[in-house]
C-alpha cells in the first residue's frame, strides 16, 4: 500500500500524471512519501502532522504570474514528529527533491494533542485504581468502570506541572447506559494523563464532594423521543432541487461561481483555507484576498474555582480543526446539489488515512436580491440572489463549530459560523450555588459561564498586495447645534484613522460609532468617489476578552486582547497563539504579541499586510441549551466599497422587470415552480 | 358597492356570517361603514386614516381568558380626517354600535402624507413658473419640463414655515428618457409645496449652481442590461418546492406552526403587526409576547449644508410603512409554498382599497438546527431546521425596506430587515468636494451620510403580563489575578441590572460586554436554574444616533436617543414619535420622551411594560449601491432562556441519528432529494 502510493507520488513529482496544483494540501501519497524519506534518516518516530507546507507568497505569485517562465514551487511537507522521551522535532521534507530540508529538536513545546493522543486516555483511566477509588467515593462501584468516561482536554497550563511533560486532564462523566447523554453526569474529580508514561500522574479532587448525578438521563436520541410520545409529525418537506446541476465549476480544487475564483486548500488546523480569491469584474480577474482562514480561537471558561481556572480550549492550535472535521453526508448537513471534498491526514503510526467528505460545497438561494419599485406608476424590478457556501464541521469533544464560507453575488464574502453540540458540564450537589460563575441547566448538572472567541486571519490582496487599513467611525461635527456650519446638529461623517505600525494598529471595537476596519489599496482611487479601492470588515459581534490583564488566558490568546491587530506580511506567521500551543505559559505570549514586540514600528501602511480580527459571543449557559444546543448563529462580512465602478451584478437575471413606458422588457424569469400555500380563496 | 359593504358589515356585526376577530384589520366594508357613520354628522372631509382602534389590552385579555362570559371586543374604527382649512380631526368610531364616540379637531398637527398626497406634488410642480425657470437656470428647457419628476418628502421641520401649513419638499430630478433612473439626474433646488393650496410656497436655491447631469444613464432594467451584453446566463435554476403542502395552519389570520400561534395584523403604519404569540411547551400554551411591530423609523442624513440639515425621514410615521407596502408575488419575493394576505385602507376620498398580497407567509428550510458526534465512535444525531417567514416590503420613495418577521422551531423570534432600492441623491458638479458629507456614487450624483434607525415596539407576555427588564453585561470579577478568589484571572459573570423605572431603564448598548436585554417573569423561576423565565433580547447593530443633543432629529426623534427605553404599558402608547409626526418642531419631544417625562418614577419592575429598542445601521455610501443597491441584511433575536425546561425542539425528526450502542433507531429522514453536484469521482 505504501509502496503504491510513492510510486504514485513519483509520477505526480516527475509530471507524469500532472502534478497536484501547489496549494492542493499533501495527498495520500505525499504524506506517505514525506514519512518514508524522513524514516531513511531517522527511527522511532511518532507522527504528529504532516501537511503541506504552503509556497512562499513572493515564490508563488511570481509563478502565477508567469508559470511558464517561472519554477513551479515544489510541493513541501512541514512536520512535526515526536520521538523518544516526548523529544519534538519539526521538519521541512521537499517532495519535489525527496530530500529533508530541515530537520530541528525543538525544547519545551508540546504539539497539538491528536484524536489518537485523545483515544489512548479513556481507557488508561478506566483502569488506574486511583481513578477506581474516586469513583467509588462518588458512588461508582468498580464493577460500573465501563460506564466512566472521559473528554481528554489538554491541561491548558497549570503551574504545578509546566511545558516538559505532555499531559492531558481528564474531564470525567458517566454513563448509566452507553447510549445515556455523559454530559448529564459529570464527575467531580479530574485526573491528570501524562502521554510520555501514559499514566495518570495527579488527580484534582475539590474540597467538597459531589456524588454522580441521581437524575435520569436527559437524551436526545431516536429512543429518548419515542420513549416521550415520539416526533412530531407536522412538518412538511421542502425539497431542493437543481435539475440542470449546479452553477460552478471545479478544476482541481480551484472553484469558478459567479465571477469569484478561488483555491480551495484544507489542513489539519485551520481547517478551510480559501487562497487567491478573485472577482472578474468584466472580464478583469481582480485580487481580492490572498488567503482567508480561521486560524485560532479560545473559548476561556468563567470560573475561578480550583481546577476550572484553568479550563480553556484553543481548540485549533491544541487540537486541530482539521482534524476534528465531520464527514458530512448529502440532505443531513447540506441540501440541494453537494459538491464534497475529502481531507487527508497523517496518523500516529505515519500512515495517510482520509475523512470522506470533509468539505461541503453547495449554493442556496438568498431571497433578494435588489428590489426597486417606483411609487408613480408601480414598474418594479426584483432580483433574486443566489449563495455559493464552503463549509465543513468539526466536533470539539462536547461542542460542534459548522464554519460557512459564504460568497455573494456582489462581492461580499461572508464567514458564518454556527455553534450548536453540547454544553461542557461540571457536577453539582442538586440545588449548589454556582457562585454566578455557572448554570444548573439540569439537576446536578452546572454549565459554566465561557466565551468562543475566533481569530480570523485576512491576508488581504485588495487589487493587488500593497494594502492599507483604516480604522472608520461615524462621527459628529465639532460644529454646536445652531453654528453656521451645523444649524441642525445633523452633521456626521466617517472620520478614518490610517494604520501605521502594528502597536498603534490594536484596536477595539466601537458599536455606538458604527466601526469598521477598511482594508484600502491607496495606489488605486475609484473614479468617481476618489477613495481607494476597498473592502470593508463588517463585523458586530465583538466582545472584550472577559479573562483579566496578567491572567492565564489574556497571556496565552494575545491575539483576543483585541478585535484588530495588523501585522507586516511575514510567510512564518500563521498561527496567531504560536505554532505548538498546548501547554504554553504565555510567558512570554506567542504568536501575535511575539512579533508585534519584535517590530513594533514596522510600516503596515501601503505595504503587504495581514489583519488578525478576533471576534466571537459570550455564552451564559441556560436549559434551553441542554441536552444538545440549538445552533446559534454568527456571521460577519468582508463587503467590497469603491472596489467596484457600481453594483456588480446587475446582471443577474431578474425574477421580473417592468419599466414606466411599459415597453416589453425580455429576460423576465418568473419561477414557475413555486406555488400559492392554499387554494384561492381558502 | 358602499351600500353593499354596509349591508356586509351589518351581518357582520350582527354576527351572521361570524365577526373578524377582533384585532384583524378593518375590512374594506367596515372602512366604508366607518367612513358612512362620520358622513352622517361632518361634512367636506378629505379621509387620511381609517384603521382598526385595537381592543384595550384588558379587555382583550378578559376575553381571551373568557369568551363565552365576556363581552366580545367592539370592532372600532381609528380616525384621520382632514377638513376645510386644513383642520385636522382625531375619531374614533364604534361599529358595533355604528356611533361616534369621539371627535375632536386636533390644532398644529399635520398627519402623515399619504401616497395620494404625495402623487400630487409632481404635476403641480413641473407646472409651476418659478420651478420653470429655476430648471431653465441648470439647462432644463421649459419643453422638457415632463421630463422633471420629483419625490416629495415631508419637510420635516423647518423654522421658517413652522408647523400650521402642511408642506412637502420636492426633492428633484431628471430623466432624459422616461425608463431612465431618476437618481443619475438629481436637481439642486428644492420646492416646497404647501397641500392647502396646491401650489409652490417657495424654493430653496444653493448658492452655487449646479447645471443637470450631462453622465450618461446609469440603469439597471433590461434594456440596459441587453446592451451591455445582457444577463449572465451561468446560473442553473434552484427549485423549492413542498409537494405534501406547508406545515402552517391559518385560522383567519391566526397562523399555527410548530408550536407557536400568532395573530398577524396589519395596519398602514407599523405594517405587519404580531400579537398573542404563544409557543405550546408540551401541551401548555405560554404567552411570549402580546404585540411585537416595527413602531416607528428615523433616517437622518449627514448633511448641514442648506437645505440638506431638515433632510430625515419618519418613514412609519410621516408615510406608513402600510400605505406603502409592495404587492407582492410568487416566485419573485419568495419562493416555495406562499400564502398571502391583503391590506385594505381608506383613500382620500373614503373609499376602501386594497393590496393584493401584502403580506406573504411562507417557510424555508433553515439548515443545521442541532447537531453532535461523540468522537470515539461517530455516533451521531443531525436535525435540519426549518423556519418560518412572515414579511412584508415598502417602498419609501427611493428606499426599500424588506421586513421578515421569522420564528424558529427553538422559541427564537427573529427580526430580519433587508434595504435595497436606491439612494437619497443630491446633484454635484463634476468632482465637487463633498465635504466629507457624501460620496460621489456615480458622476455628478452626491449620495450624503445617513443612518436608518429602527424603533422596535416589544409588548412582552412572558408567562404573564407582569414582567421585568434586566440588562446584562459580562462583568470580570474584581478579585485581581493571582488571589485565592481569582488566582487566573478568568473569573466572569453575568451582571444584571435591574429596571425600575424609565429613566434609569435608558440603556445603551455595550458591545464589550456582550450587552443582552432580559424580559424576564420574576414570578415564575425555571426549576433547574432558579432563573426567571425570560427572553433575551439580543441585538448587535446598534450604533448611537448621529444628530446631535439638542439638534433637531434629536428633538423630534427621541426613541432614537438610546438603544432601550422602557414604560409602563399604556393602550395609548404606540407611536414612540407621536402620532402626527410630520412638521413636529420636537419641542416638547413628543412620544417616548414625554410619556417618561410625564411619569418619570413610575414602576416598571414586575407589572406590564413594553421595552422599545431602537437599532440600526449607518450607511455611508459607496459606488457599489448605485444605481440599485444590492440588499444590506441587519438581524435581530429574542430568544427564550430559563423559559423552557430544556431545548424545546428534541422531537424535531432527525435526518440522521446512531447511537454509541449500534441499536437501531427508528425515525431517521435523510433528505433523498439532494444529490451530488458531479458524478462520483469527477
Ligand atoms: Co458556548
Ligand atoms: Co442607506
Redesign the interface.
Known sequence: MALDRLKQTAAIVSGDTGPPYPLDPLTEAEIETAVAIIRKEHNGLFFNTVTLWEPRKAEMMAWLQDPKGTPRPHRVADVVAVGRGSKVYDGIVDLTEGKIVSWQLTEGVQPLIT?ED??IV?SIVRKDPKVIEQCGIIGIPPEDMDKV?CDPWTIGYDERFGSNVRLQQALMYYRP???DSQYSYPLDFCPIFNADTQEIIHIDIPPVRRPVNKAPP?N????A??A?????T???????????????K?DGRIISW?NWKLHIGFNYREGLVLSNITFNDKGNERPTFWRLSLAEMVV?????E?PH????AFDLGEYGGGY?T??L????????????MDASFVNRAGQATTIKNAIC?????A???????D??D?S???T???KLIISH?F?A??Y?Y?VYWIF?????IQLEI?L???LNTYAMNP?EDTN??G?????GVNAH?H?HLFCLRIDPNIDGPENTVYQ?D?T??D???GSD??????????KKTRFENPVQAQS???????RTWDICNENKL?P????PVSYKLVS?????L?????????KRAGFARHAVHVTKYDDDQIHPAGRHVPQTSGEPSQGLPAWIAANPTANIANTDIVLWHTFG??H?P??????????EPMSLLL???????????????????S???G?E????L?????????REGS
Open positions: 484524536m485523545l483515544q479513556e468516561y447506559h452507553i447510549d436527559s436526545y436520541h431516536t429512543a423521543i419515542e416521550e410520545g415520539g416526533y412530531r407536522d412538518l412538511k418537506p421542502i425539497n431542493i432541487t437543481q435539475p440542470e446541476g449546479v452553477s460552478f471545479m459567479q476561556p471558561y468563567g470560573n475561578p480550583h481556572q484553568r479550563k480553556h476534528m465531520n464527514s453526508s448529502v440532505g443531513c448537513d447540506c441540501k440541494g446539489a453537494i459538491h464534497y460545497i453547495h449554493e442556496e438561494d431571497g433578494i436580491l435588489f428590489k426597486h419599485t411609487f408613480r408601480n418594479c424590478t426584483v433574486r440572489a443566489r464541521i466536533t469533544a462536547n460542534e459548522c455573494h453575488q456582489d462581492g461580499t454556527k450548536t453540540g453540547i440545588d454566578g460563575w448554570t444548573q441547566v439540569y439537576p459561564n466565551q472608520v461615524a459628529r461635527s460644529a454646536p447645534v456650519e451645523n444649524k441642525y446638529g445633523n452633521a456626521f461623517y466617517a477595539d471595537y466601537n458599536a455606538a460609532t458604527s475609484h468617481y468617489s476618489g477613495k458586530r459581534e465583538v466582545p472584550e472577559m479573562p483579566k490583564e496578567g491572567g492565564l488566558v489574556w459571543l459570550t451564559f441556560a436549559p434551553e441549551d441542554f441536552p444538545v444546543m440549538p445552533a463587503r467590497p466599497r469603491h472596489f467596484f465602478l457600481r453594483n456588480p451584478c446587475l446582471d443577474v437575471p431578474p425574477s421580473y422587470c419599466v414606466p413606458s415597453v422588457q425580455g429576460g423576465a418568473v419561477d414557475k415552480i413555486s406555488r400559492l400555500a392554499f
